[in-house]
């Protein structure tokens, strides 16, 4: 199994909609857990941290479900700005972070 | 300058050359990494260093030899390599291992190997 299992898609959806990414991970010892944003042929950048309490950074919630080793990220009301590749990050028992292999998101008008 | 440079942004070389990628981090960081990203495929964790100490290198061929002088600086020396080590080749650094804010990457250096 792999440490960290992303879907890899595509996700095709329409300006607008409301579009939801899992991933899910292998180690339970885990404590931090990320989001991050690649754009093509750029450097994978930080888009959001995951608290167990879940948070949201505008149009973005990002939750955490410990017991079932899951991670998500919601995005509402795409944009076309949001097609990227969308990183699960998870940490290993060293500490050293995990990445998964990255869901695309491809937003159409 | 602030963040994470690398240098050169792209690198077209020979099999038979000698070049070295270059990456320097302005954060006050002590754990920086190189990360190796072909075309589809997901980040692949080549070297890790703490404290200019190297920690972890996942079974990289010697073709690749990384330097750390110190914190801020490191270094991935490249000779005879090989067309498959055509690449994104993206540095990193953290505070401590990560956990608390994540990596930054570098801007990346595109390598050809012709």
């Known amino acids: 199994r792999k440490e960290v299992e992303q879907d890899p898609g595509p996700f095709n959806v329409p300006e607008g909609a409301t579009v939801a990414f899992n991933c899910t991970y292998s180690?339970?010892?885990?404590?931090?857990f990320f989001w991050y944003r690649q754009d093509c042929r750029k450097e994978p950048k930080l888009l959001m941290s995951?608290?167990?309490s879940g948070n949201e950074d505008g149009r973005f919630t990002a939750q955490l479900n410990r017991a079932s080793q899951y991670i998500s990220l919601l995005i509402r009301d795409s944009k076309l700005s949001d097609s990227a590749t969308y990183l699960c990050v998870v940490s290993s028992n060293t500490g050293k972070l995990i990445f998964g292999q990255g869901t695309t998101l491809q937003v159409k008008p | 300058e602030t963040g994470v440079t690398q240098t050169p942004r792209h690198l077209v070389m020979g099999m038979t050359n000698k070049k070295s990628l270059k990456c320097e981090q302005h954060?006050?960081?002590?754990?920086m990494y190189w990360y190796k990203q072909s075309a589809k495929k997901p980040l692949e964790l080549m070297f890790v260093y703490n404290f200019k100490e190297q920690t972890e290198n996942n079974s990289v061929p010697s073709r690749f030899s990384p330097e750390c002088p110190n914190s801020s600086h490191l270094f991935l020396h490249l000779h005879t390599l090989q067309p498959e080590d055509s690449a994104l080749y993206l540095c990193?650094?953290?505070?401590?291992?990560?956990?608390?804010?994540?990596?930054?990457f570098g801007s990346g250096t595109r390598l050809t190997v012709v």
């Open positions: 990193a650094s953290s505070q401590g291992r990560g956990g608390d804010y994540g990596y930054t």
């Open positions: 995951v608290y167990s």
């Open positions: 180690n339970s010892a885990s404590q931090s």
């Open positions: 954060l006050g960081h002590n754990a």
